[in-house]
């Protein structure tokens, strides 16, 4: 990882202890959202727009639609990042 993936890497990992009280271990790269770390469609919204409330970028619905693991999640605001 980059250190700007790290840096949104711990983000979204502190992101999710604090929105969705999930223990720090079970956060991995590879960790699945929904298969998991338990977190359902409703729980993804949230986190999008907390990311967006973060980075100040308009997310679209469509960026995410293939997001399935927490790395997905960071290439994802990265790439995000990187459009800006």
């Known amino acids: 990882m980059t250190t700007e993936q790290d840096a949104i890497y711990q983000e979204v990992t502190s992101l999710l202890i604090n929105l969705f009280e999930l223990s720090p271990q079970d956060i991995t790269p590879e960790a699945?959202?929904?298969e998991d770390l338990d977190?359902?469609?409703?729980?993804?919204?949230?986190?999008?727009?907390?990311?967006?409330?973060k980075t100040g970028?308009?997310?679209k619905p469509?960026?995410?639609k293939s997001v399935r693991t927490v790395q997905d999640v960071v290439d994802a605001v990265e790439q995000l990042l990187r459009e800006a």
Request: hydrophobic residues 50%; charged residues 30%; negative net charge.
């Open 32 to 34: 699945r959202l929904y």
């Open 57 to 59: 970028i308009k997310i």
């Open 39 to 53: 977190l359902d469609s409703i729980d993804a919204v949230d986190m999008v727009v907390n990311l967006q409330k």
């Open 62 to 64: 469509e960026t995410f």
